[in-house]
């Protein structure tokens, strides 16, 4: 099984914003990394039918997914960014209703709904409206609408976002678990929930698809240039302006480790350290500050 995105470009006025993207999607989780505004979205659009490309063709199998009407529905599930629901459904008539419309079996909808509903953590709020949910739990309820039909390619944009580190905990090993012989494509900023279930990753920058392969191999390009050290904590700052600093915890006796991205050691007493895809995430887009969720579940994960 391969979903083949060709050459593909999305040109919006005078903004590209997929510009010649190919990729071609195997069994296992992707994870799909890039900036704000590098195509994400658009891509992931594209791959779920929902958006006409300018150029270029998504195959599965072979067959353009264009040509394959209801049958790449039955076989595909999205997460968009945002998902659209009625304000008067509750959990369980909205599942219902996306259940009817993929044609899932109406003799294995409520048991279907019923196993997504426990392991999302949804049970207790089945008969609430989804308008009254906090933001986690419609993520999730956007997560089970997106699997309800078992899909063989799953594509979910930003689907960590708003989940707590116990939250998105589940939802990975979910969907380590769910891969297994499909297709699935995630796109997030919080890069340490896609390092630890991808199999392989596609990083996105303006438009385009500038590496591909597995966390291990991408890495590799960064060897040697992460570095860690502990410094006084009073020349936090001067170091902060020099230096790409990735992360710094304080540590007792007004010091400071951090970790930061380098060609060389610059200070003396650092040592290198192994490479993670938050490290070339940071390499790819130094603009971008990832000081978010994931660093927090990852510290918390390392004790
Ligand atoms: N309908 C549209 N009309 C015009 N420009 C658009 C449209 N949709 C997206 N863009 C532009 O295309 C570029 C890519 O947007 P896209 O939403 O795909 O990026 P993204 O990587 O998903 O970003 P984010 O992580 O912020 O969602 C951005 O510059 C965006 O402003």
């Excluded at 116990?166 to 390092?195: A, C, K, M, P, Q």
């Excluded at 630890?196 to 590496?211: E, F, H, L, Q």
């Excluded at 060897?223 to 020099?242: F, H, N, S």
Aim: net charge neutral; hydrophobic share 35%; glycine share 8%.
């Amino acid at each position: 099984m391969e979903l083949k995105i060709e050459r593909l470009c999305k040109q919006f006025k005078d903004k590209k914003a997929v510009d010649d993207a190919s990729l071609t999607l195997t069994p296992g989780v992707w994870g799909l990394l890039g900036a704000n505004g590098a195509g994400k979205t658009t891509l992931m659009r594209m791959i779920a039918n929902v958006m006409t490309p300018t150029r270029g063709a998504v195959c599965y199998d072979g067959t353009d997914i264009r040509k394959m009407g209801e049958t790449y529905r039955d076989i595909f599930g999205f997460l968009p960014q945002d998902f659209g629901y009625s304000r008067d459904f509750t959990v369980k008539d909205y599942l219902e209703y996306v259940a009817a419309l993929k044609g899932v079996p109406a003799r294995e909808t409520e048991n279907k709904i019923n196993h997504l509903l426990e392991v999302l953590t949804l049970s207790d709020v089945k008969r609430k409206k989804i308008a009254k949910l906090s933001g986690g739990m419609k993520r999730r309820v956007g997560i089970a609408q997106a699997m309800l039909n078992e899909p063989k390619v799953l594509v979910m944009d930003e689907p960590t976002a708003g989940l707590d580190p116990g939250e998105r905990v589940r939802f990975r090993n979910f969907i380590s678990e769910f891969s297994h012989d499909r297709i699935v494509l995630i796109s997030t900023h919080i890069v340490s929930d896609i390092e630890y279930i991808a199999t392989r990753n596609a990083i996105m920058k303006a438009g385009k698809i500038v590496d591909i392969g597995r966390t291990d191999e991408l890495v590799r390009a960064i060897e040697g240039k992460v570095w860690t050290c502990t410094i006084p904590a009073r020349d936090l700052a001067g170091y902060e302006m020099r230096l790409r600093i990735i992360n710094q915890r304080s540590e007792d006796n007004g010091q400071v480790s951090i970790r930061y991205l380098s060609e060389k050691p610059e200070i003396s007493g650092a040592v290198t350290a192994q490479p993670r895809l938050e490290d070339l995430y940071l390499w790819y887009f130094p603009q971008e500050n990832t000081e978010c969720e994931g660093n927090a579940l990852r510290e918390g994960e390392r004790n």
